[in-house]
């Protein structure tokens, strides 16, 4: 795809990835993006590169702009090989650039691809001038590697944030106001539950800086996804917004089965959590993907877990599905547990333990019922399910 110019001499250079659909475990049904960008003045600068097998794009793209060896230099937002998998190539085609990376960044460039490269560090408050156009570096460390930085043009108010702000999808459109704003949340949203949930703190501690900083900001260009340049803050109002928890009367019911019984449990409960005004989702863990549970959970205020019992432990897929839940550390949820068992118990147990390290509130004390749930205990589960949306509402 043809480089795009975003503001005179600032130009897209990246590639569109249709095809990925496992993005290190986090599911990409709709693809995405690999963004990088060209900043052309007296000095040229490319800011970031592409995955591996993307090379021969990202270099056509560049080339329809500026010959490689006329760039200046190469700055290195985010190490993470989405972005640098095509980092050695490319130094070798831009003899005459300097790198340009955090001092973690230089280490983590190091590891990965050995100490053959000259890299020059930056820190917060560093300047570079192109020309007319002047370059200035924000440390953004754990958002979400050590090494990560923003790049800001100064002069065009256009903001580089590297994996802050995108999304996973691919598009032929490359703005924000190319496409249906409910995509643009649906996706960011599913982006921040996933990778960046975890760095909550982090975030607002960010937005905090920047805004004391006084930076104005045209334009978003982050290295994944739409560039924001119809409402750019929009982004960030929803980042701090989900960084601070916020939600609505909506509960997850995330559980698996063996024969049947938890599955009826669940069913149960939901009808109760309906039957009280409060929306409720439905999720199979063997039928969905941990990262869509997820993105149903950001705007979530309760969770419920369910699982039959097996060798006195809960359903590995819930376990698995707990871990990956654990990691990301959702704010101001509240939570319980439900499950079935045959001779013997302890699965909701497990799973309540998983639960609270995950930082949810668990708010019952767990719902277990033996063998296949009679119409008595369904009416049970009922009742649990009205008395947790109760709590949701509180």
Known sequence: MKGLELKKGIYWVGVVDWNIRDFHGYKTPDGTTYNAYLVVDEKIALI??????????????????VDLEKID????????MDHTGSFPEVVKMMPN???LATKE???????????????????????LSLGKKTLSFIKTPMLHWPDSMFTYVVEDKVLFSSDAFGQH???????????????????????????????????????????????????IAPDHGFIWRDNPLQVVEWYAMWSQG??????????????????????????????????????????????????????????????????????????????????????KKIGACFGSYGWGGGACASAQEL????GIEVVSDPLELQWVPTIEEIKKCREFGKEFAKKVKE
């Open 48 to 65: 970031d590169t592409v995955k591996r097998q993307f090379l021969d794009e990202l270099i056509d793209n560049v080339r329809e702009i």
């Open 73 to 80: 230099y190469l700055i290195v937002n985010h190490v993470e």
């Open 97 to 99: 650039a300097k790198i």
């Open 105 to 127: 960044g230089k280490n983590e460039l190091i590891k990965h691809f050995g100490n053959s490269y000259k890299i020059n560090t930056v820190d917060s408050g560093d300047t």
């Open 169 to 219: 999808y691919a598009s032929s459109y490359r703005f924000d106001d190319e496409v249906d704003k409910s995509l643009l949340h649906e996706t960011a949203g599913d982006y921040f539950a996933n990778i960046l949930w975890l760095y909550s703190p982090l975030i607002l501690q960010l937005i905090e800086n920047v805004q004391s900083m006084g930076i104005e900001i045209e334009m």
């Open 246 to 331: 916020e939600s609505k009367d909506k509960v997850v019911i995330v559980y698996d089965t063996m024969w049947g019984s938890t599955e009826k449990m669940a069913k149960g409960i939901s009808k109760g959590i309906v039957e009280e005004g409060v929306e409720v989702k439905l999720l199979r863990i063997r039928d969905t993907y941990n990262s869509y549970i997820i993105k149903e959970l950001l705007d979530s205020r309760g969770i419920l877990v369910g699982t039959p019992t097996l060798n006195n432990g809960m359903f590995p897929v819930v376990g698995g599905f707990l871990t990956y839940l654990k990691g990301l550390r959702p704010k």
């Open 355 to 358: 639960v609270e390290q995950a």
